[in-house]
């Protein structure tokens, strides 16, 4: 199947930093990645539609100044949570459709932050 | 918008024996219907999935049945392997143009030898 990559795999911040996590689509281009936050033990929660070339969508309740998300190429697209917390310690996970209007997503293997 | 059960919420077999998983879904727009498995600490892996113009889908050991009227789908598993231990995902999506998934709740499998 495709491949999606996560950098980092994991990241230890002090709260009030700001992280950036890069998701990758290595195989395929892909012009919407989506970003998804699991707690331990949850399922998977849609945070935002990253689209290539204009701005994110974000699902009710997320904060789109706090979860800053950009889509500069068809293979990048990047997280930034900003002035992070210790409640947004999580696992971040992207995934992409492999190709426009598909419905196959394909995952990456996902960020783990811890916010101290 | 979609809503997404999943049960059982925890699954244990003995090695070899079948385990089925079952979701029921509340949009009936809704068209694709994925499955996915993850392993601890790790992305989901699609590992079957099922559109509205099928009733089943098998590959290999693993089996998907879907029931529109019911607006119910479930994953089967036979000879269960301790490698299929894992948390598994049952997701709906039916917007149109790109795809949003609402996942159900997840399922903990454990396959004991």
């Known amino acids: 199947g495709a491949v999606v990559s996560q950098h980092p795999s994991r990241v230890i911040c002090k709260s009030g930093t700001s992280v950036k996590i890069e998701c990758r689509s290595l195989d395929f281009q892909a012009t919407t990645m989506f970003w998804y936050r699991q707690f331990p033990k949850q399922s998977l929660m849609l945070m935002a539609t990253s689209n290539e070339g204009s701005k994110a969508t974000y699902e009710q309740g997320v904060e789109k100044d706090k979860f800053l998300i950009n889509h500069a190429s068809l293979t990048l697209s990047t997280l930034t949570v900003t002035s992070a917390h210790p409640e947004d310690s999580s696992f971040y996970i992207c995934s992409a459709p492999l190709a426009g209007g598909a419905e196959t997503q394909y995952f990456g293997p996902g960020t783990r932050l811890l916010v101290l | 918008g979609e809503n997404v059960e999943q049960h059982p919420s925890t699954l244990s077999v003995q090695e070899g024996d079948s385990a089925v998983i079952k979701c029921t879904y509340s949009d009936s727009a809704s068209n694709y219907f994925p499955w996915y498995k993850q392993e601890l600490g790790k992305g989901p892996q699609l590992i079957i999935d099922?559109?509205?113009?099928?009733g089943e889908k098998k590959d290999q050991r693993i089996a998907v049945t879907l029931n529109k009227t019911a607006k119910h789908f479930s994953l089967h598993i036979t000879e269960t392997q301790p490698e299929d231990s894992a948390v598994y995902f049952c997701a709906a999506s039916g917007d149109t143009g790109f795809q949003k998934l609402v996942f159900g709740t997840g399922t903990r499998l454990l396959v004991s030898p």
């Open positions: 099922i559109r509205s113009n099928v």
